[in-house]
């Protein structure tokens, strides 16, 4: 089934079939395309297989590997991720619709409406607020669910202290963190930051007072939990408040050290600290932006919000029934069987892991709307059933270890370290393993930079360069993405992909075909951890 078939199935309900389709031009049918609400009005479903992501569809060619940090497999019985799929490396292990790619935006041509937006006014529309509103228009509405509770979240690092702590008391907090390969580079399109939220006990002393010295505390536990850490540092704290000797040396007194331990503390001193795990009700909020462009040229972290993503641990369960869970996601993709969600209304769509999920994409007119469920069931693809997550999130364990970690997410304080187990930075070995700077080897820019002409990684140019030096474009290339990115937005074509693409990626299949797909050879599989080795 060609690209112009998957949509003709789609849009036959309104007035298009496949005939008509085959002899439009790509502008033509972008025309014809219904947007996200329309089809969610219509309760039609388009991909009954949206949490494949697109990169999913790369050609391999027998030796390219970028599926290897979302999809492994491990012998660790405490990791709370059982999902086992490293097989996916090595084959397109699809369902009957999943050996279709849906996200056919990829094959568009954007070049002539790209062209069409000056400079000036991509600048002009990347550094509105569309944040700042959300809140008031959904009580208005009476929505039901969470409602963003973040003051000035449209400044930016501004809306955090130095310790990345919220300034408006909502008791958010700001980490820094290597964003994951390669989707999540600014060089590929999006500028991103994260936030997490422990539950009020975990921010009140014993005797009920609301107290930063026991949150850092209990956020250093949280940290040590995931990075198999005895020791580490966090932002100075009162060891006369927390009421506990945390760093073991003896004395109650000024600390920026905390020793491993086994429970919590202050108000939820009862609870243990558990490997790998959140606590129950903690909340993690996710900023996807444009690509902010500098007078100078350098990049930075946009004010407008391509979207805003919100997840609560909203149950939690025993590494048993997470291991149950995940054997029955197994069975389930063994058996082919469409996946399946669970709609909790204004609360967001469970993952079936114990999270809750609910966010916000940008509207033709610039403001955040809620997503359509399609739209959310999208976010299921890395947020349940990937191999390489840790209890289900990405950003956390690969947050910079200890105090400096606590802070908004600066890529110039960054250096290209390891992945654990792994002696090459993680920057570099993914160019390599993946043979570009992307999952479909098309960013051109990261090539030129990076390669040498024979194909091979320059790593003498990329020594002693920061994560920003490596990972962010050049001003040009920022222009373009925005651009393309808001051609998307005024399409309102995130059903069919949500790449920053101007012209197609050629790398990249239209369909899979079991019987002829080429599968990886072994010594192209690789072992690999999202946690980073910061000492190194």
Not at 352 to 365: N, P, V, Y
Request: hydrophobic share 35%; charged share 25%; proline share 5%.
């Amino acid at each position: 089934m060609n690209r112009f078939a998957v949509l003709a199935l789609t849009l036959s309900p309104f007035g298009a079939s496949a005939a008509d389709l085959s002899a439009l031009t790509d502008t033509k049918m972008m025309e014809l395309r219904p947007n996200s609400q329309a089809m969610a009005e219509a309760r039609r479903i388009y991909n009954p297989e949206a949490p494949i992501p697109p990169m999913c569809y790369t050609k391999i060619e027998g030796k390219h590997n970028p599926c290897y940090v979302c999809h492994q497999s491990n012998d660790d019985q405490t990791r709370t991720n059982f999902m086992q799929d490293g097989d996916l490396q090595a084959e397109y292990a699809f369902s009957e619709d999943g050996l279709t790619n849906h996200h056919v935006n990829l094959f568009i041509d954007r070049s002539v409406d790209v062209a069409a937006i000056s400079d000036a006014e991509i600048l002009d529309w990347i550094e509105q607020d569309n944040y700042s509103d959300l809140t008031g228009r959904l009580d208005a509405a009476g929505f039901e669910g969470w409602i963003p509770d973040l003051a000035g979240f449209e400044y930016m690092s501004e809306a955090f202290d130095a310790d990345g702590l919220a300034k408006d008391g909502s008791w958010w907090v700001a980490f820094n963190y290597k964003p994951q390969p390669s989707t999540f580079w600014p060089t590929n399109g999006s500028t991103d930051d994260v936030l997490i939220r422990l539950p009020v006990r975990f921010y009140t002393t014993a005797d009920g007072v609301e107290s930063r010295d026991v949150y850092f505390a209990n956020l250093a536990l949280v940290e040590m939990a995931f990075q198999d850490l005895d020791r580490v540092s966090l932002p100075d704290v009162d060891e006369t408040v927390i009421g506990t000797d945390i760093d073991g040396d003896g004395t109650l007194g000024m600390t920026n050290q905390m020793k491993r331990r086994d429970s919590y503390l202050g108000a939820a001193s009862g609870e243990p600290v558990i490997r790998m795990n959140y606590p129950e009700r903690t909340d993690f909020l996710h900023s996807v932006r444009y690509v902010g462009i500098n007078e100078d040229g350098s990049i930075k972290t946009a004010r407008r919000m391509k979207e805003l993503r919100y997840m609560v641990k909203s149950r939690q369960l025993s590494i048993p029934q997470l291991a149950s869970r995940y054997g029955n996601e197994i069975q389930e993709k063994l058996d082919e069987n469409l996946p399946r969600y669970i709609d909790l209304r204004d609360r967001g769509m469970d993952n079936g892991m114990g999270w809750t999920l609910l966010a916000w994409i940008e509207d033709a007119d610039g403001t955040l709307r809620r997503q359509t469920n399609e739209e959310t069931f999208f976010c299921r693809g890395c947020h349940t059933s990937a191999g390489a997550n840790i209890d289900q999130t990405w950003a956390f364990p690969r947050k910079m270890t200890g105090a400096a970690g606590w802070g908004y997410i600066d890529l110039k304080s960054q250096m290209d370290v390891p992945t654990l187990g792994e002696e090459m930075g993680e920057i570099a070995l993914y160019l390599q393993r993946a043979g570009g700077g992307d999952e479909f080897r098309s960013n051109t820019e990261m090539r030129d930079r990076w390669f040498r002409k024979d194909g091979s990684v320059d790593l003498e140019a990329m020594d002693g360069k920061t994560v920003y030096d490596l990972i962010t474009p050049s001003r040009d290339r920022a222009l373009q993405l925005n651009k393309a990115y808001r051609v998307l937005v005024s399409e309102q074509s995130f059903l069919f992909g949500r790449d920053a693409t101007v012209t197609p990626p050629v790398n990249v299949h239209a369909t899979i075909d079991e019987a002829t797909a080429p599968t990886l050879p072994p010594e192209f599989r690789y072992e690999h951890d999202i946690r980073l080795n910061w000492d190194q």
